[in-house]
């Protein structure tokens, strides 16, 4: 076995062990045990939940993939799609959520994992695995999840209205505290900067892919 297969076989092994554990954590918490945390399955309307169980399936379709020796460059958009959407919700948290609810409520149980340790991990595995060259079409596409979940949301509340006080509230993010305009706003500024994490991963993966070219 190589190095390099070796490496994407521990760092995808690990993501798909965090992964497990997160959901475990996730379904068996209770709200009062983490901030943006809810009961049982109802964890699965969160962008974390969703994105960081999205990151752990394409881990594992890796792995089955490593394991048959077939090639892995066929999911390479789902790995940059899942990277994206975790990198989102660690910064998320870090920069935005952390002072807003505070850093202790969000990195316990559950959302340390998600939050957290497996972010960093998928993160620190698309940088030190090295791929074929990432085509700029594959940016476009791993920001669309996030405008997904963005209309979704939005869609939901629509429909559905913003509902009563915490944790019955469709408007789970409070996106919505200061009005519909600063909402959408928020989401266009969280695809957006969905798109810009990717062209950053396919920056440092492309100039990985030249640089073991080069003589």
């Known amino acids: ?59 594992l379709i890796y792995l089955v993939l490593l394991t048959a020796k077939k090639n892995t460059d066929k999911i390479a ?20 959520f952390g002072p807003l609810y505070g850093y202790p409520q969000l990195y316990k149980r559950g959302n340390l994992f998600f939050h957290l340790l497996l972010p ?5 595995e698309f940088i030190v695995v090295k791929r074929k060259m990432i085509p700029f079409i594959h940016t476009v596409i791993a920001a669309v999840p996030t405008l997904l ?30 009005g519909w305009p600063a909402g959408i706003g928020i989401f266009a500024g969280i695809t957006l900067s969905a798109l810009a994490i990717a062209l950053i991963f396919r920056a440092i993966s492309n100039k990985r892919s030249r640089s073991s070219k080069e003589p």
């Not at 958009?77 to 935005?96: N, R, S």
């Not at 960093?120 to 620190?124: G, L, N």
């Not at 979940?149 to 996106?175: H, K, Q, V």
């Open 77 to 96: 958009v789902m790995k940059l799609a899942a990277v994206c959407g975790v990198a989102i919700t660690f910064a998320v948290v870090a920069f935005m």
């Open 149 to 178: 979940y963005g209309i979704g949301y939005m869609l939901n509340i629509l429909i559905n209205g913003i509902g009563g006080p915490w944790p019955e509230t469709n408007d789970f993010y409070a996106f919505l505290k200061w």
């Open 1 to 59: 076995m190589n190095k390099r297969r070796a490496t994407e076989i521990i760092f995808n092994l690990i993501i798909v062990i965090l992964t497990v554990i997160g959901i475990v954590l996730m379904v068996s918490g209770k709200p009062e045990e983490g901030a943006l945390q809810s009961s049982g399955i109802e964890n699965f309307k969160y962008y974390t939940v969703l994105t960081n169980v999205f990151c752990g399936l394409v881990s």
């Open 120 to 124: 960093v991990t998928a993160m620190a």
